[in-house]
């Protein structure tokens, strides 16, 4: 190990690593936008929505994010859609993960037994107000576990977005093996840093759930 | 002389899931202050047809009517939502497994609907509550959650929680079948002090002696028509159809097991 060398990269690295923390951060809140509306076209009464809806989690659960991430960057030029890479990265990465948090949030939801549903509508209330104050609050506790395998996920799939030049930590650690010649030294440290912002995010995922919980 | 107008009046009701006929052209009318229950083996259309009431499992034939509104009616999707949120409104009902909402406090799931619907005040829903829970003697409970209470205590701030919107109507779905026994009684006090205050109840149950003590008019219901009606003391001490001996045997006979 030439630790030297890593005293001397590791500036940059820790600037990297906060675009990974911006591109996590930003991707979640697509992805949990993707996902409710995901989630409720799944639900909804209407055939077209549950069709969109189903579609759209086979599509972008079927294919690989990073032929996504492709198409969207270096496709989209072609039809006059010029995203700079960063911008690129967050909206594909968030629309992929959007897709398996629509399944989360769908789960969730259905998993709330259906005599609340009956209890909340004999009392007269309607279907949107049966899901706001009845079901989406029981169903949001058991979500948080399961969406934080989702960004979990999706912060190690941040390091898709080296292929479309993103300067975050994969990204990094490449462009230093080409004046460095120490790929161990430089994937130690992108890993480590990885390491760091996922323990981070499950301690905070494991705090938001017991805080939860129902008393 | 004439009949007095049924407050619940259900017409030819009829309920098939595909080929399976749950109810067979049921006709039953409810008056204002009448306490109704619904006896029979299970699987013989009774919740089903208790749940048609509100159209929690809307009918595939026939009318349900409260006083002059009609329940079930045939409208395009919004304007059903509308109305039958109204309606219901009319029509508290207590289930089998009370289904009170875990999330909320004793005192919330009173005032969840009045404060929703009727826009109470946060003072007269407080007030409201206390009535109601006062009513089945739980206003020491107000603060606490469900997974703390009973399951009769459960049951009683259920039956709290359908008070607290002044239905015309009260349903019951098998509501003592999932206590344990020596916790039947509690509910059973807070129903017989509904029925002193000449509530309509309408009471799917498989406690006899309760509907024999407490109802006026006795349903037994099998295969999904009623075989026969009449004031508890007929149809418990004196049945005519043999359907109806059998079922009371079995059920005495399991009873005293």
């Keep these: 190990m030439d630790f030297d060398l890593i005293l001397r990269v590791y500036p940059f690295f820790i600037e990297a690593a906060w675009v990974t923390v911006q591109l996590s951060v930003l991707t979640t809140l697509l992805g949990l936008a993707c996902g409710t509306l995901g989630a409720m076209a799944r639900l909804s009464r209407l055939r077209v929505f549950r069709m969109i809806g189903a579609v759209y989690v086979s599509v972008f659960r079927g294919t690989p994010a990073l032929i996504q991430l492709f198409i969207l960057y270096f496709g989209?030029?072609?039809?006059?859609?010029?995203?700079?890479?960063?911008?690129?990265?967050?909206i594909g990465l968030g629309v992929n993960i959007g897709a398996y948090m629509t399944e989360t949030?769908?789960?969730?939801?259905?998993?709330?037994?259906?005599?609340?549903?009956?209890?909340?509508?004999?009392?007269?209330?309607?279907?949107?107000?049966?899901?706001?104050?009845?079901?989406?609050?029981?169903a949001a506790r058991l979500m948080i576990r399961p969406l934080g395998v989702n960004i979990n996920a999706l912060i190690k799939g941040t390091a898709l977005v080296a292929a479309i030049s993103v300067v975050e930590l994969t990204y990094t650690a490449q462009r230093f093996i080409g004046s460095t010649y120490k790929p161990f030294e430089m994937f130690m440290i992108s890993g480590a840093l990885y390491m760091i912002i996922i323990y981070a995010t499950g301690r905070g995922i494991t705090w938001l759930d017991r805080k939860a919980r129902i008393v | 002389m004439t009949e007095p107008k049924p407050f619940v009046n259900i017409r030819n009701a009829q309920k098939s899931y595909g080929t399976l006929e749950v109810l067979k052209d049921i006709s039953l009318q409810v008056a204002r202050g009448e306490i109704v229950a619904i006896i029979g083996p299970s699987g013989s259309g009774k919740s089903t047809l208790l749940r048609a009431i509100n159209d929690l499992d809307p009918l595939t034939g026939g009318e349900v009517w409260l006083e002059d509104t009609q329940i079930n009616k045939k409208l395009p999707h919004r304007q059903y939502e509308k109305h039958i949120n109204q309606?219901?409104?009319?029509?508290?009902?207590?289930?089998?497994?009370?289904?009170?909402?875990?999330?909320?406090?004793?005192r919330e799931n009173v005032t969840l609907a009045p404060k929703l619907l009727k826009g109470l005040s946060d003072d007269a829903a407080e007030a409201l509550a206390r009535e109601q829970l006062d009513k089945v003697g739980l206003l020491d409970r107000i603060d606490y959650y469900p997974s703390r209470l009973s399951g009769g205590q459960k049951q009683r701030v259920a039956i709290a929680r359908a008070l607290a919107m002044k239905p015309k109507v009260m349903l019951f779905?098998?509501?003592?079948?999932?206590?344990?026994?020596?916790?039947?009684?509690?509910?059973?006090?807070?129903?017989?002090?509904?029925?002193?205050?000449?509530?309509?109840?309408?009471?799917?149950?498989?406690?006899?002696?309760?509907?024999?003590?407490?109802?006026?008019r006795v349903i037994f219901m099998d295969k999904g028509v009623v075989v026969e009606e009449g004031p508890p003391s007929k149809i418990f001490r004196n049945p005519d159809n043999e359907r109806t001996?059998?079922?009371?045997?079995?059920?005495?006979?399991?009873?005293?097991?």
């Design chain 1, 76 to 90: 989209g030029p072609q039809f006059g859609l010029h995203l700079d890479a960063f911008t690129a990265g967050v």
């Design chain 1, 105 to 138: 949030i769908r789960g969730a939801i259905i998993a709330i037994d259906k005599g609340q549903t009956e209890a909340a509508r004999t009392v007269g209330l309607s279907r949107f107000q049966t899901m706001r104050y009845v079901i989406l609050p029981q």
């Design chain 2, 87 to 106: 309606v219901r409104q009319d029509i508290g009902m207590v289930f089998q497994h009370f289904n009170l909402f875990p999330h909320l406090s004793v």
């Design chain 2, 173 to 216: 779905d098998e509501a003592t079948s999932a206590l344990d026994p020596e916790l039947v009684e509690e509910v059973n006090l807070v129903m017989k002090k509904l029925a002193e205050e000449h509530m309509t109840m309408i009471i799917v149950t498989h406690e006899m002696g309760f509907a024999e003590t407490v109802c006026d």
């Design chain 2, 245 to 257: 001996q059998n079922f009371l045997r079995k059920h005495l006979a399991n009873a005293n097991r």
